[in-house]
C-alpha cells in the first residue's frame, strides 16, 4: 500500500484546510485509516481515525468539533477536513493505514498502523 498525501499549507489561525491521502491498490477498502500529526520536537500524535466502510471514526480530543475524517472508497482516499485551526495545529500529518478484517474498528494507536504516507505540512499563524 502507498499513502501520498497532500493538501498541506500556510494558514492564518481560524482558517480551513482540507488535507487528502490517496491509497494505491484496490483493496483500500479493506484498511482502517487515520491521520497522525508530529509537530516539531515533539512525539507523534493521534488525529483521527476512520474505519473500513467509513462508519465509525474517532478523534482526539484536541481536534473534536473541528477537524472531520472521511473517506471515498471509490477514490481509494481518505480526508481531513480542518475547520478553525489554531497555531499548535503546527504540525506534519501523516495518513496511515491498517488492514483490518472487522469493519467498524478505527485504529487510535500510532503505534499499530502498518503503512504511513510521507507527510504533508501544515503552519498555522496568529
Known amino acids: 500500500v502507498q499513502l501520498q498525501a497532500s493538501g498541506g499549507g500556510l494558514v492564518q489561525a481560524g482558517d480551513s484546510l482540507k488535507l487528502s491521502c490517496r491509497s494505491s491498490?484496490?483493496?483500500?477498502?479493506?484498511?482502517?485509516m487515520g491521520w497522525i500529526r508530529q509537530a516539531p520536537g515533539k512525539e507523534r500524535e493521534f488525529v483521527a481515525a476512520i474505519s473500513r466502510g467509513g462508519g465509525s471514526t474517532d478523534y482526539a480530543d484536541s481536534v473534536k468539533g473541528r477537524f472531520t475524517i472521511s473517506r471515498d472508497n471509490y477514490r481509494n482516499t481518505v480526508y481531513l477536513q480542518m475547520n478553525n485551526l489554531k497555531p499548535e495545529d503546527t504540525a506534519v500529518y501523516y495518513c496511515?493505514?491498517?488492514?483490518?478484517?472487522?469493519?467498524?474498528?478505527?485504529?487510535?494507536?500510532?503505534?499499530?498502523?502498518?503503512?504511513w504516507g510521507q507527510g504533508t505540512l501544515v503552519t498555522v499563524f496568529s
Open positions: 496511515a493505514a491498517r488492514g483490518s478484517i472487522v469493519t467498524h474498528i478505527v485504529i487510535t494507536s500510532p503505534d499499530e498502523y502498518q503503512y
Open positions: 491498490g484496490r483493496t483500500f477498502s479493506l484498511y482502517g
